[in-house]
Each structure stands twice: as structure tokens, then as C-alpha cells.
């Protein structure tokens, strides 16, 4: 529950959810993070293992054998690959270093890794499921502890902020923050949304329906840009290089939403706000802590 810092680059706020790391700045990081251990913790009694799917390029991966070590569980993942090849990529790699035994899906698309996990699940398995987040559909009642976590991080918002930038994939960290906002908008009169991937614009009403935000009523402007439905960008695409001030922002997430910005010419002083989620995790801070072999 401790706030990570909002920082003032050059005149700009940027809150610095990056700061959020259990091995150091450079390893695991993020909201995503903060949300997977509370998540875990909460639904550790009775486990045996963690259960998890997810595309060999996600962080899901790594994040969830990590935190699964921490309390003791070993970890059993779905993927498409194999056994020659998996360790290969960042995230698996990661993965096998901290003891996971690897599942192999027929087809890479995740409705196949999904329903994999599916027959693999028994009562003893702490199943994370895909995107780190909880089903709303399935158990409403979690909901809002579970984004109430990721609300608290709006705290700190300096009074001075107008506007908030937030990058939108997922958008679970979005609803975590329109929940923060629900209780306490402070000054802000913006909130821009900039989308990364497909729209989740149903997914999040749902949401918001359930923890009781009127997203109709909200005591701001709310806009919204899609890189993904523009043409601007797919969700796979990495912008590397993009750096300000000693920030080096996620080449998927921030990095496009950044680059997006300074070719619009936006010009930001300090009564904006940019809101980073994660940065890339560097394999050498990791490797360090792995507790196996890589093996399968």
C-alpha cells in the first residue's frame, strides 16, 4: 500500500508505478505486479501450485513464477512452443529459472492455451488467469478489492495536475485508476486514455458497473485515442529508444504512447501528468535470483 513517487521531469509530472519492484529496479515492476501479489496471497490457502497460460512474449509469465516461488509453490505453465526452443525467450526463460514446468498448446492463439489451462486445472491449483486480473463475470464480489489495491496509487496526484495521461492495454491498471478517481478526482479536469490494443471499452463499464462508478458522471472530461484502431500501431509492435529526462519507457506500452504525443507537438508543463504502468525488465537484474537450472 505504500505510494510509489511522482516525479516532476522538466516541468511534467510522470507517477513512477516503475518503482514498484520486489528484486530491485530493472526486475519484475509495475501495477500489473502489485495487483498479481495481492491477487496470490489472497488465494494461496489450499493451493498446491500456480497455474498460468500466456504468450512466451508476456510478463504474465515470469511475474507469476516469481511471486508462485516467493510463497512456495511451484509453478506449472501453458504455452506454444518447445521444449528445445521455449527458454530462448525473455519471459519462459525467466520462468524455468524459477522452477517452472512447461505445458505445450497445439496452436499459439489463446482461446487454445486458455482451454488448456482449463483441463489442467484441479482444486489445488491457484490458477492466475489471463491478463493478471480477477473474471467480473465470474466472481463480482472480488472485484473491488481487487482494483481497490491499484486505486490507492491516486493518492498522490499533485494538486496542480489538470490532466492525466494513462496509457490503456490491458486497462486494468485504467480501472484501478478510475476507481482512485471515483473517490477522489482531485483537481483533474482530463483524463486522456491512449489505447494500445483492441478497445476494452465494454469490459471496463462492466467493471465500473460493479464497484459502482457512473462512468456518465464523472467529474472530468474523459478522452480517448486508439493507436491500435487508428492504424498508428499493433499492440506487438516495440518502440525502442524512447527515452526523456533518464525515463526510458516500455518500447509496447509507454513508448508508443509518448512517441504519439511529441509528434502531435503536445507540449506539457506541470499540470500534466503521465501515468507509467511498468518498464521493461532487464534479464541480468533477474538472473541473479533464479532458485533452478534452466530445465523443464
Known amino acids: 500500500m505504500d505510494l510509489t513517487p511522482v516525479e516532476n521531469h522538466k ?3 510522470f507517477k513512477r508505478e516503475d518503482y514498484f519492484n520486489t528484486l530491485g529496479y530493472g526486475g519484475p515492476n509495475g501495477s500489473k505486479l502489485r495487483q498479481l501479489i495481492y491477487y496470490m496471497t489472497k488465494n494461496r490457502k489450499g493451493k498446491t501450485h500456480v497455474l498460468t497460460g500466456a504468450s512466451i512474449q508476456s510478463p504474465q509469465l ?7 516461488a516467493h510463497l512456495g509453490l511451484p509453478s506449472r505453465m501453458v504455452v506454444y512452443s518447445k521444449p528445445d526452443t521455449v527458454l530462448r525467450h525473455d519471459n519462459p526463460r525467466i520462468a524455468g529459472g524459477f522452477g517452472t514446468h512447461f505445458e505445450y498448446a497445439a ?32 466472481h463480482p464480489e472480488d472485484l473491488y ?9 491516486t493518492r498522490n496526484i499533485p494538486a496542480e495536475v489538470k490532466t492525466l495521461i494513462v496509457p490503456a492495454g490491458s486497462c486494468n491498471s485504467l480501472c484501478s485508476i478510475l476507481l482512485g478517481l471515483s473517490k477522489d478526482a482531485h483537481n483533474i479536469e482530463t483524463l486522456f486514455t491512449v489505447g494500445i490494443g483492441p478497445s476494452k471499452a465494454q469490459w471496463i463499464r462492466e467493471r465500473a458497473e460493479i464497484m459502482g462508478i457512473n462512468l456518465d458522471a464523472l467529474p472530468f472530461k474523459w478522452k480517448h485515442h486508439s493507436l491500435h484502431d487508428t492504424g498508428y500501431s499493433k499492440y ?3 518502440f525502442t529508444g524512447e527515452t526523456y529526462n533518464g525515463i526510458n519507457f516500455h518500447p509496447t506500452y509507454e513508448a508508443k504512447v509518448w512517441r504519439f504525443l511529441r509528434q502531435q507537438g503536445m507540449d506539457f508543463d506541470d499540470s500534466a ?8 525488465p532487464k534479464l541480468s537484474v533477474i538472473t541473479p535470483h533464479f532458485t533452478h537450472p534452466f530445465s523443464n
Not at 62 to 68: N, T
Not at 145 to 153: I, L, S, T, Y
Not at 273 to 280: M, P, Q, T, V
Request: aromatic residues 10%; proline residues 5%; negative net charge.
Open 273 to 280: 501528468l503521465f501515468w507509467i504502468i511498468g518498464s521493461e
Open 62 to 68: 515470469s511475474m507469476s513464477a516469481i511471486v508462485g
Open 145 to 153: 478489492d481487487f482494483h481497490d489495491v491499484g486505486a490507492n496509487q
Open 236 to 238: 506487438t509492435d516495440k
Open 107 to 138: 496452436a499459439p492463439y489463446n482461446p487454445v492455451l486458455q482451454r488448456m489451462v482449463g483441463d489442467l486445472t484441479r482444486p489445488d491449483s491457484l490458477v492466475v488467469n489471463y491478463g493478471i486480473t480477477v473474471d467480473h463475470r465470474e
Open 11 to 13: 516541468g511534467m509530472w
